[in-house]
């Protein structure tokens, strides 16, 4: 079954310091990992993209990785705000490049950060 | 930066009764989609449409639910007669392009609308 499993659910660190978050997917065939930033009451924002063949991304201060061989991604931040308090959330979509596959993203549960002054 | 825009931000109904969720797609988007969040739990994908049919729905997209473009701007989601399982936030999103087939396109969310069944 495709699943998108994060961890760890939630998280609180202080201001200026970093932070990783796991996710480990089951989704296959595979065709890109998404990264999404929620704020509470709002709608996911978007972070990151990644494809299969790419290792890595950056967006300021985030920093997405991906290994396809186990299926896992994490996702960094860096120098953390009190601004990026917010749920943070892996998305796979299944299917290859070559076709055109689904548009059914499937979610994780997402991982809360919360940062403290 | 352009955004999908949703009406209204919350609607409380009674079980049994019609709603129609309203959403502005980006303007020169040409897919779009509606997921939901039940509180505490996982977007779930509903829908998605182009070309002024559906492309592809979730099982939980059931008789129920129907989706239209009644104009050039707005997109819709009508539930016929709600459930009180059918409480959760309805996101509306775009996209400029396919949204797997060009691999980098972006999905562009609104900010929900909260509906309460009673």
């Known amino acids: 079954k495709n699943q998108v499993e994060q961890s760890p659910q939630s998280l609180i660190i202080l201001e200026g310091k970093n932070c990783t978050l796991q996710?480990?997917?089951?989704?296959?065939?595979?065709?890109?990992l998404r990264w999404y930033k929620q704020d509470t009451g709002r709608g996911p924002v978007s972070l990151t993209i990644?494809?299969?063949?790419?290792n890595t991304k950056s967006n300021g201060r985030y920093t997405a990785t991906l290994d396809a061989d186990t299926k896992q991604s994490s996702l960094h931040i860096t120098a953390s705000q009190l601004s990026d308090s917010a749920s943070y959330i892996c998305?796979?979509?299944?299917?290859?490049?070559?076709?055109?596959?689904?548009?059914?993203?499937?979610f994780g549960s997402g991982t809360r950060l919360l940062v403290r002054p | 930066e352009p955004e999908v825009t949703q009406t209204p931000s919350h609607q409380v109904t009674q079980m049994g009764q019609e709603v129609i969720l309203r959403c502005v797609p980006i303007?020169?988007?040409?897919?779009f989609y509606w997921y939901r969040q039940i509180l505490g739990q996982k977007v779930e994908f509903l829908v998605s449409?182009?070309?002024?049919?559906?492309?592809?729905k979730s099982e939980i997209f059931d008789d129920q639910f129907s989706v239209e473009r009644p104009d050039g701007s707005n997109f819709t989601l009508k539930i016929r007669s709600t459930k009180l399982e059918d409480s959760a936030m309805y996101f509306c999103?775009?996209?400029?392009?396919?949204?797997?087939?060009?691999?980098?396109?972006?999905?562009?969310f609104g900010s929900g609308t909260q509906l309460s069944v009673l």
């Open positions: 999103a775009s996209s400029e392009e396919y949204l797997v087939a060009t691999l980098g396109e972006k999905l562009f």
């Open positions: 996710c480990n997917y089951t989704v296959s065939p595979f065709s890109n």
């Open positions: 990644m494809t299969f063949s790419e």
């Open positions: 998305v796979v979509s299944p299917g290859t490049p070559e076709k055109d596959s689904s548009y059914k993203l499937i």
């Open positions: 303007s020169n988007h040409l897919y």
């Open positions: 449409f182009y070309n002024n049919e559906i492309s592809e």
